[in-house]
């Protein structure tokens, strides 16, 4: 302790000159600093704000303290969007997974020819507007012209069914398209991942006679543990504020069976007519307070840096 | 029957079930592109029917032809309007995003790591979160229905400063340090040695900004009023609720909002993977 004072050191320049000497480097960071404050940060705490509030659209009307979070909690349509989000979010995350992560894995083997290629066309719906996603699955699912039900026709099967119609089908066809969407996003972080995995593992193990599914479970999964508990982590965040699909494909129809908290959100605000700014900011709130939940644990796993497009 | 032939047998076996996966999931996944555009250059009766028609008997183009003459639908405008969009937000993005992770990788800025922080925390508040937050503020701030309300919101993407951060955290600083010794300005320094170095990560941020503006429908969704600021994917959205677009129509727009984005990935392939996964890989 003592030799370490003793040792002679330029001494420490005063905060504000160091900040002085710096001035270029914050003249760098304002314009960052600036919009995304603007346009991300702020905007997130007044809908906080507002949610304690009464809003109409521009006017902040009469503070109301929690009343917007009993209201959501009392509302049967709430409960809906919430529990249809979880349905979505789970179900997308969990398919998307295993699907991407054996398509990984066959891509990746040695002898398979064409990598990219099969990269690049499980990535095509990736750099597909929703929009677009929307109205081809929305063509091919009509329930008289749709490909699917002409082709489910031919086998015997007819009528289809009415996959964005039926209540109890509806859902699960947005998890289906969302799936579609989403596949090569997650294979090309896991064929990544499995290209980093020492090839001498495999080789140790074939010599001790491991079959390929050993191999699967004994080094692969083990070894991709952290890839994989990053990519439930970006599912679920990306698909808790899904939106545009439901946009285009089902209105949130039929009786609310696939509304989503994000379209809830603009719907309650912007839809009804009764423009409840206050009471969709609490519902904002609710959606926020998960997807920050579950970045938070991304960042705690690893970097959070995957959340492009 | 020799043994060696029978493991030659199971290999042909393995290997057919593999290309088949691979071919059925790929099948899957193209063949919607495939059909979305065999629907908009076939005849109109022929969309509408029950057969299974797979390739069209003749190409007609005229649902193109009809859509750029449509007034009620200036589909040369929402195309304009999405490339301004989208170049916007990109520039807007990388350009605020190399300054600030230049000035947090190469100096030790007093309060740095709150900035980082801050900068990061807005990947916690996507677009969808703070409908009414950003509504609000884009309309306090007059922008609702202008360009620049648009682009500003859209530029927000924390995770393109990650990219080029990481990036710049990586490359030796030597030589900057040579070229302040020397007497540079710190632009000089960033323009002249630190960007040159950085550029496979300002492409793959610049790809993935642009691929994701493009795409966007919700921030233009809400901020826009007025059908001549509208980007194709908000357009395609009025024009089938507005003035009912066919099935074919709609589909016709869908194909001109996805080519471009489907172009550029193409041709670009390499280095939207390589920034895809810059972070993800974890040892």
């Given at each position: 302790?003592?030799?370490?004072?003793?040792?002679?050191?330029?001494?420490?320049?005063?905060?504000?000159?160091?900040?002085?000497?710096?001035?270029?480097?914050?003249?760098?960071?304002?314009?960052?600093?600036?919009?995304?404050?603007?346009?991300?940060?702020?905007?997130?705490?007044?809908?906080?704000?507002l949610s304690f509030f009464d809003a109409k659209i521009v006017e902040q009307g009469p503070f109301v303290g929690l009343k917007n979070y009993r209201d959501i909690l009392a509302s049967t349509s709430f409960h809906q969007a919430l529990g249809n989000t979880l349905v979505f979010t789970a179900g997308s995350t969990v398919v998307v997974l295993v699907v991407?992560?054996?398509?990984?894995?066959?891509?990746?083997?040695?002898?398979?020819?064409?990598?990219?290629?099969?990269?690049v066309i499980y990535f095509l719906p990736v750099v597909t507007s929703l929009v677009a996603v929307g109205y081809i699955w929305k063509w091919m699912m009509d329930p008289s012209y749709g490909i699917l039900n002409v082709a489910l026709s031919l086998v015997g099967i007819h009528p289809g069914p009415n996959w964005l119609s039926n209540p109890s089908l509806a859902l699960w066809s947005l998890v289906l398209v969302n799936?579609?969407?989403?596949?090569?996003?997650?294979?090309?972080?896991?064929?990544?991942?499995?290209?980093a995995i020492d090839q001498s593992y495999y080789e140790a193990a074939s010599i001790d006679g491991a079959g390929a599914w050993s191999q699967f479970y004994r080094i692969t999964l083990p070894l991709l543990r952290m890839a994989i508990i990053l990519s439930v982590i970006l599912g679920i965040v990306n698909f808790l504020k899904a939106f545009a699909l439901v946009f285009v494909m089902t209105q949130g129809g039929p009786a609310g069976r696939t509304e989503l908290m994000a379209t809830y959100v603009y719907r309650e605000a912007f839809g009804t007519g009764q423009m409840r700014f206050g009471f969709s900011a609490a519902a904002s709130m609710v959606l926020f307070v998960m997807i920050m939940i579950f970045t938070a644990l991304a960042n705690r796993f690893g970097k959070a840096g995957e959340v492009a497009l | 029957?020799?043994?060696?032939?029978?493991?030659?047998?199971?290999?042909?076996?393995?290997?057919?079930?593999?290309?088949?996966?691979?071919?059925?999931?790929?099948?899957?996944?193209?063949?919607?592109?495939?059909?979305?555009?065999?629907?908009?250059?076939?005849?109109?009766s022929e969309v509408y029917t029950v057969a299974l028609n797979l390739l069209p008997s003749t190409l007609s183009f005229h649902m193109y032809r009809k859509l750029l003459a449509d007034p009620q639908l200036p589909v040369i405008r929402f195309f304009l309007n999405s490339l301004v969009i989208a170049i916007g937000a990109t520039v807007v993005n990388v350009a605020t995003a190399v300054l600030a992770a230049y000035a947090l990788s190469r100096h030790r800025v007093p309060g740095g790591?709150?900035?980082?922080?801050?900068?990061?925390?807005?990947?916690?508040?996507?677009?969808?979160?703070?409908l009414i937050g950003l509504?609000?503020?884009?309309?306090?701030?007059?922008?609702?229905?202008?360009?620049?309300?648009?682009?500003?919101?859209?530029?927000?993407?924390?995770?393109?400063?990650?990219?080029?951060?990481?990036?710049?955290?990586?490359?030796?600083?030597?030589?900057?340090?040579?070229?302040?010794?020397?007497?540079?300005?710190?632009?000089?320094?960033l323009w002249h040695i630190t960007l040159p170095l950085t550029?496979?990560?300002?492409?793959?941020?610049?790809?993935?900004?642009?691929?994701?503006?493009?795409?966007?429908?919700?921030?233009?969704?809400?901020?826009?009023?007025?059908?001549?600021?509208?980007?194709?994917?908000?357009?395609?959205?009025?024009?089938?609720?507005?003035?009912?677009?066919?099935?074919?129509?709609?589909?016709?727009?869908?194909?001109?909002?996805?080519?471009?984005?489907?172009?550029?990935?193409?041709?670009?392939?390499?280095?939207?993977?390589?920034?895809?996964?810059?972070?993800?890989i974890k040892g």
């Open positions: 302790m003592m030799a370490d004072r003793s040792v002679a050191r330029p001494p420490k320049p005063a905060l504000w000159a160091r900040m002085f000497q710096e001035r270029t480097a914050y003249l760098f960071l304002a314009p960052i600093l600036l919009v995304y404050t603007a346009f991300s940060l702020y905007p997130i705490v007044q809908t906080f704000e991407s992560l054996a398509l990984a894995v066959l891509v990746n083997i040695s002898w398979v020819r064409g990598k990219t290629l099969f990269k799936i579609w969407k989403w596949v090569g996003y997650f294979l090309i972080i896991f064929t990544a991942n499995l290209q | 029957m020799t043994p060696g032939g029978a493991i030659r047998w199971r290999q042909v076996g393995t290997r057919a079930v593999v290309y088949t996966a691979l071919g059925v999931s790929a099948f899957i996944i193209a063949f919607p592109f495939y059909w979305m555009v065999v629907s908009t250059i076939r005849p109109e790591t709150l900035f980082y922080y801050l900068i990061v925390a807005t990947m916690m508040v996507p677009g969808e979160v703070v509504f609000r503020v884009v309309n306090a701030l007059q922008m609702i229905d202008t360009y620049q309300g648009m682009i500003l919101p859209l530029a927000v993407n924390a995770v393109n400063f990650l990219l080029i951060y990481n990036y710049m955290l990586g490359l030796p600083r030597e030589l900057d340090e040579a070229a302040r010794v020397d007497g540079a300005k710190i632009r000089q320094v550029k496979p990560a300002l492409y793959s941020a610049t790809l993935l900004a642009f691929l994701s503006a493009w795409q966007n429908f919700t921030i233009p969704y809400l901020l826009t009023q007025s059908n001549n600021m509208y980007p194709l994917a908000v357009g395609a959205l009025f024009a089938e609720n507005t003035i009912m677009a066919t099935k074919q129509e709609a589909l016709t727009l869908a194909t001109i909002l996805t080519l471009p984005t489907l172009l550029v990935f193409i041709l670009t392939q390499r280095f939207v993977f390589s920034g895809i996964t810059a972070g993800a």
